[in-house]
């Protein structure tokens, strides 16, 4: 499996915090097992022209770093249940996503990240079981203590094991602003 990842360099505490308690709802801790930053997935294929899309990375390098608001928990309804961060509303996001998203054959993409079904997240928990959904699902409806996180890389990595293929700093901070969903 191959993708692009918008990344962080940051310690991001409030995220691994968020990931700790979500991990308590799953049999082992798929977050922290993957051995990889905080990242929010652009795009996803099963297989790609590996060369193709690195050099595509480097046409994104006077991108400016993004500032995100995450701001509650949800779910993705699916066995077994996926528990994420929601960012804020964010245009350049958007912006960049369909970028990425022109880097290969829209076929080859994973449908769920098209630009008509593709949901920004930062995922916390990927294996929460149906003996657990219920209290996992609870745990998603409380309310979080909105925290930013600035995003500074794109990363071209592949997995099963996470590896970072090429990655590309993104300069200064430039924010348009965000909104609600």
């Keep these: 499996m191959f993708g692009v990842t918008l990344s962080t360099q940051s310690t991001a505490q409030p995220f691994w915090a968020l990931v700790d308690k979500a991990s308590a709802?799953?049999?082992?801790?798929?977050?922290?097992?993957?051995?990889y930053v905080p990242h929010i997935t652009l795009s996803r294929y099963a297989a790609i022209v590996v060369?193709?899309?690195g050099a595509k990375i480097d046409t994104l390098a006077g991108e400016g770093a993004f500032e995100l608001t995450f701001d509650k928990i949800s779910a993705f309804d699916t066995d077994?249940?996926?528990?994420w961060l929601s960012p804020k509303h964010d245009q350049r996001l958007l912006e960049l996503h369909e970028r990425v998203q022109s880097f290969a054959d829209p076929g080859l993409c994973d449908p769920h990240?098209?630009?008509d079904l593709w949901r920004p997240h930062l995922t916390v928990a990927t294996a929460i079981s149906s003996e657990r959904r219920q209290a996992a699902l609870a745990f998603a409806a409380r309310p979080i203590e909105p925290f930013k996180i600035t995003f500074d890389r794109i990363d071209f990595v592949s997995w099963p094991p996470t590896s970072v293929l090429k990655t590309r700093a993104l300069s200064g901070q430039r924010n348009l602003g965000e909104t609600e969903w």
Excluded at 25 to 35: A, D, K, V, W
Excluded at 80 to 83: F, I, N, R
């Design 51 to 53: 060369d193709d899309i």
């Design 113 to 115: 990240y098209s630009p």
């Design 25 to 35: 709802f799953e049999s082992s801790p798929s977050i922290r097992t993957l051995g």
């Design 80 to 83: 077994p249940l996926v528990l």
